[in-house]
């Protein structure tokens, strides 16, 4: 797959009109990007690397294949690109570690996996919908299921094509590179009997596991003949009190003050900055999975009773607003440190 190489930096022209290449070993030497060459280079930012067939692809609503067969070629003889079969892409939210984050994530895995080896049946197809490192689509493959499509946008994609072969399902599992929501990628799938998915981001909502899960289902299941997995999403929110989360924030705010009483810098924006992030961050991230959380439930004091405010089927949600009207409140005395949310997602098999 092809990337940016460090060769070159690239940068507009004067005039903002053109998009030039300026040799990382001699400042002197630029070269001037046609139209088409910038397209590609845009397409492979935008996929985080992309092979020549993606590429291809992906741009032939605005360029005839041989024209984009000659621009690349040209990026590639100038060395502006390289071609490199390592995925890793830092600048993009999903690193390697983010990854493995979620495969060590035992009650998710655990879930998906158990409800997987209920409905999975022999001869099913089966939409593996983000499969990041592919780990379900290569099961859902071992299960029986006779089609598995596995999509992701990400590059990442090359590494559940690489599972899926070392697992003896290669040839079950296509893997393919594209956005979920663009209905040129669903249109090369066709009919599928269940679509797995897992878009829960740090806070339930931040992924759009919403509009995602609604748009896969019209897609493949307009009669509702379909399995979803998972199928329900219940939300519930809680007044908490938490000093450890606190106390992390303050050491923070107090480093950063004594940041700027060494440099003779007012640092008001950046603790304000800090109050709102770090506040989010601290409940939030920390919490994500029981093998990684820094912050276990029983440094928490809940406030008041948790209450639900978002409790969806899948299959009858019609459309992905959250609107609650339900208050929380704090029926015991403390100092609210946050709002914590708790969600459950639902597998056919009943499990959550
Ligand atoms: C939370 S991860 C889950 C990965 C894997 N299914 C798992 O359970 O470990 C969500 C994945 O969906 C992919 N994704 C998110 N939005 C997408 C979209 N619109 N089109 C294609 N893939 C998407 C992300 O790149 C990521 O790999």
């Keep these: 797959m092809y990337r940016f190489s460090d060769k070159w930096n690239l940068s507009w022209n004067d005039s903002g009109d053109k998009l030039t290449a300026i040799s990382a070993a001699c400042a002197n030497t630029i070269i001037t990007l046609s139209d088409e060459e910038l397209s590609i280079l845009e397409c492979i930012e935008r996929l985080g690397g992309a092979t020549r067939e993606v590429i291809t692809e992906d741009l032939a609503s605005e360029l005839q294949p041989a024209a984009t067969e000659k621009a690349l070629n040209h990026l590639i003889n100038e060395?502006?690109?390289?071609?490199?079969?390592?995925?890793?892409?830092?600048?993009l939210p999903y690193t390697p570690m983010i990854y493995y984050q979620m495969l060590a994530d035992s009650m998710k895995m655990d879930a998906y996996v158990s409800a997987l080896r209920r409905v999975v049946k022999p001869g099913m197809t089966v939409l593996d919908a983000g499969t990041g490192l592919g780990v379900m689509g290569?099961?859902?493959?071992?299960?029986?299921?006779?089609?598995?499509?596995?999509?992701?946008?990400?590059?990442?994609?090359?590494?559940?094509?690489?599972?899926?072969?070392?697992?003896?399902?290669?040839?079950?599992?296509?893997?393919?590179?594209?956005?979920?929501?663009?209905?040129?990628?669903?249109?090369?799938?066709?009919?599928?009997?269940?679509?797995?998915?897992?878009f829960v981001?740090?806070?339930?909502?931040?992924?759009g596991i919403l509009p995602k899960t609604i748009k896969l289902r019209n897609t493949f299941f307009p009669q509702q003949d379909g399995l979803l997995l998972p199928y329900r999403l219940q939300a519930f929110w809680a007044p908490i009190e938490c000093d450890l989360a606190t106390n992390r924030l303050c050491n923070k705010l107090q480093t950063t003050e004594s940041i700027g009483i060494k440099y003779g810098v007012n640092m008001k924006a950046v603790c304000d900055m800090l109050s709102t992030e770090g506040r989010r961050n601290d409940f939030g991230d920390r919490l994500y999975g029981p093998s990684f959380s820094e912050i276990s439930v029983d440094d928490l004091r809940f406030l008041g009773e948790s209450k639900v405010f978002f409790d969806c089927k899948f299959n009858e949600l019609a459309n992905a607003t959250v609107l609650s009207q339900e208050e929380v409140k704090a029926t015991h005395a403390g100092r609210l440190d946050g709002i914590l949310i708790i969600s459950y997602l639902t597998y056919p098999s009943g499990t959550t």
């Design 79 to 91: 060395g502006v690109l390289k071609d490199t079969e390592y995925w890793f892409v830092n600048e």
């Design 201 to 207: 981001g740090e806070d339930i909502f931040d992924e």
């Design 138 to 198: 290569t099961i859902a493959a071992q299960l029986g299921a006779k089609k598995v499509w596995a999509v992701d946008n990400h590059p990442v994609i090359y590494q559940a094509q690489q599972l899926a072969r070392e697992n003896g399902v290669g040839d079950i599992v296509e893997c393919l590179q594209g956005d979920l929501l663009d209905t040129s990628i669903l249109d090369k799938i066709g009919k599928v009997d269940l679509i797995l998915s897992e």
